[in-house]
């Protein structure tokens, strides 16, 4: 599975540092001047491609060639005016071809550093992940190695400034590479959908919406209201946050290559069904290859589009498309093609294996956006600690409550008691519990940030919260990265705080579940 996720890095990462270079562009020069004699022959020299461009112009070159190897006789028959010309435009390729390999060399070296970056926090997060098995730990290992590396960036700046600066420069193409991708990694819980929700009574699933929809919203006024009355007593001014860099948009040769993969993989795997061993792994490029282009295509909706049609659910659709239409070609049925998306398997991994595996990356990054935002957080401590930590207890012990008088399965209250935090640590959370549901648990999680995004900004009007500080804190602690997306989009002056809330609500809630006492008291909650 490791491979794999090699693999998908390599695919996707390719256009994500130069989105818009397209490989015709890159290769070729300026356009040829057809008026030239035809003795001037392209050929495998510097000065020939420069020397047409230049003879559209008034000079008039010679008929015999310029032959750079015996600078004798055709360049001393030249006149002043023409011998300039050929200086000029010698000087002008070597400087056309030093700058089309200096653009060469900073595209591999910017892919490579991406690679390296990027592969040192995935590594970070496998090895711990099966130390913390070896040592029969269940504190989610990526949460400690966040720890860990916050704790090293704050040391650093205290002691050498400039490593601090020099490690947050070198991670930073593989912090952007997840920022970009991120939605992806909550995707396959969704796409399984139903293969999880078929063993749940409809009257339960009902329940299940209620309190998803009704718990966003209470979470979202405890939250809001909160940061509002500890912005009154403390009465902090704003000061500008770190500016956070955005990641670059889709360019059109990633589609058209991830099209490519997905016709050649989706065929291949009709006439060979088992030609890389084993069902899950012929089927995992194609859906992968859907599951990335429904992002992309999604991403690209008119904005009053995505609030219906949301980014995430166009991506799942394509997804769940894709292996309809293979478990029909196939005569297999839809079942068994979705459960080769997610195995849950790491030595026979599907799409949703791999692209789940990026998780324990997301919480490694809170790391470094928490270092970044290190003023921000000192500065307004107050409102943005009281608010999270009072949004998060209510969150888990309301869902729990109401769980229980609306009389749901203890087991599908437990399930689905971290509605409000990111995927990644939410499934840590459950992993805590006995009997549970973790694919229900990513899909309430994603369903809760489906909400958010649709219908934050629209709700923080109606409740009248106009403080940034108010608006970021209650989007995060309700409805987490999907929220935050939504409103940053619109409100960047929300987004370092909804960065914050929605890495440290997480956090909070994996330490505070990872309490024994905590944990038997949300069971007695739930009965």
């Known amino acids: 599975m490791a491979t794999t996720q090699k693999l998908l890095t390599f ?12 490989f015709p562009s890159f290769l070729s020069s300026k356009p040829h001047n057809h008026k030239l004699s035809s003795k001037f022959s392209p050929v495998a020299f510097n000065a020939t491609r420069a020397l047409y461009t230049h003879s559209s112009t008034s000079h008039k070159l010679f008929t015999p060639p310029i032959i750079v190897s015996r600078p004798s006789s055709s360049f001393l028959q030249m006149g002043p005016h023409e011998a300039c010309s050929s200086r000029e435009i010698t000087v002008k390729s070597s400087v056309s071809e030093s700058g089309g390999t200096s653009t060469l060399s ?23 992940k099966k130390a913390f098995v ?46 970009r991708w991120l939605p992806l990694f909550y995707v396959p819980s969704l796409v399984v959908l139903p293969l999880s929700v078929r063993d749940i009574p ?50 059109t040769i990633e589609v058209w290559s991830w099209t490519g993969i997905f016709l050649i993989s989706f065929v291949t795997a009709l006439l ?19 599951t990335v282009l429904g992002y992309m295509v ?10 219906v049609f949301h980014p995430i659910i166009c991506c799942a659709v394509s997804a769940d498309l894709a292996a309809l239409a293979f478990g029909y070609f196939s005569r297999s049925g839809l079942d068994p093609v979705l459960g080769c998306y997610l195995t849950k398997a790491s030595s026979n991994p599907g799409a949703g294996d791999v692209l789940m595996g990026f998780l324990g990356s997301v919480i490694l990054s809170f790391a470094f956006s928490m270092f970044k935002q290190r003023k921000l957080v000192k500065r307004h401590a107050a409102e943005i600690f009281t608010s999270v930590i009072f949004s998060t207890i209510f969150s888990l012990y309301s869902t729990a409550l109401v769980g229980r008088l609306l009389g749901l399965e203890s087991s599908l209250t437990i399930s689905i008691l971290p509605r409000c935090i990111t995927v990644a640590l939410a499934l840590s959370i459950v992993s805590l519990f006995e009997g549970t549901n973790s694919s229900l648990t990513a899909a309430a999680v994603v369903v809760t940030g489906l909400v958010g995004a649709n219908f934050v900004q629209a ?54 579940c990872s309490v024994p006492a905590v944990r038997q008291s949300l069971l007695a909650v739930v009965g």
């Not at 070896?134 to 400039?162: N, Y």
């Not at 084993?278 to 194609?286: H, K």
């Not at 929220?483 to 940053?488: E, F, I």
Request: aromatic letters at 8%; a neutral charge.
């Open 11 to 22: 695919s996707l990462l390719l256009d994500h540092h130069h989105p818009t270079l397209s």
């Open 106 to 128: 900073q595209t591999v070296f910017g892919i490579a550093h991406l690679i390296i970056s990027l592969g040192i926090i995935l590594a970070t997060d496998k090895i711990l």
């Open 134 to 179: 070896a040592a029969a730990i269940r504190f989610p290992s990526a949460l400690f190695g966040m720890f860990c590396i916050f704790s090293i960036l704050v040391i650093l700046d205290s002691t050498v400034p400039a490593a601090a600066t020099g490690l947050m420069n070198f991670f930073e193409p593989a912090l952007i590479f997840i920022q």
């Open 202 to 251: 409809a009257a339960s699933g009902i329940k299940i919406c209620l309190i998803i929809v009704g718990g966003w919203l209470a979470t979202l006024c405890v939250a809001g209201y909160t940061a509002i009355a500890v912005r009154k007593m403390v009465n902090t001014e704003m000061t500008d946050a770190e500016p956070m860099a955005k990641p670059p948009p889709f360019s």
């Open 272 to 290: 060979y069904p088992t030609i890389l061993g084993t069902s899950a792994r012929t089927c995992l490029p194609f859906l992968l290859a859907s």
């Open 298 to 307: 999604g991403s690209g909706l008119p904005s009053d589009v995505k609030k």
């Open 459 to 512: 709700t923080l009007d109606k409740l009248r919260f106009h403080d940034p500080i108010a608006r970021g804190i209650a989007t995060a602690s309700s409805a987490h990265g999907l929220g935050t997306a939504a409103l940053s989009s619109k409100e960047p002056e929300a987004l370092p705080f909804c960065a914050i809330a929605y890495a440290l609500n997480g956090i909070f809630g994996s330490l505070l």
